[in-house]
């Protein structure tokens, strides 16, 4: 089991830009994925990243806004978020799994509790 804990959420005008951070004890070794949910819709894939960090992908709503990578040897996944709109204002999560990775939320072992993000002006 991980515990996995998220960090950097707050509030932020539209244009602007957050970097959230993903934690836990030996977390270079897994996959990790970032995941959104925003009041009265379904969790979204937001990006994810093979453990090494060669290989990223990202849901088509923060493609070329978002930029995730990670620092394994401080076991740490970030998530530059740039050019923030009023619709990426959402609970995101880090999720992790140890063989693969994907968008899709039910695929993932290991969940954070999320911070929060909102984007208002």
């Known amino acids: 089991q991980l515990q996995i804990v998220e960090s950097g959420g707050g509030l932020v005008q539209p244009g602007g830009s957050l970097r959230l951070s993903c934690t836990a004890l030996?977390?270079?070794?897994?996959?990790i994925g970032w995941f959104r949910q925003a009041p009265g819709k379904e969790r979204e894939g937001v990006s994810y990243?093979?453990?090494?960090?060669?290989?990223?992908h990202y849901g088509d709503s923060v493609k070329g806004r978002f930029t995730i990578s990670r620092e394994n040897a401080r076991d740490t996944v970030y998530l530059q978020m740039n050019n923030l709109k009023v619709e990426d204002t959402a609970v995101y999560y880090c999720?992790?799994?140890?063989?693969?990775?994907?968008?899709?939320?039910?695929?993932?072992?290991?969940w954070g509790q999320g911070t929060q993000v909102t984007v208002s002006s």
């Open positions: 030996n977390l270079r070794y897994y996959y």
């Open positions: 999720a992790a799994d140890s063989v693969y990775g994907t968008l899709s939320p039910k695929e993932y072992d290991y």
């Open positions: 990243i093979s453990s090494s960090g060669g290989s990223t």
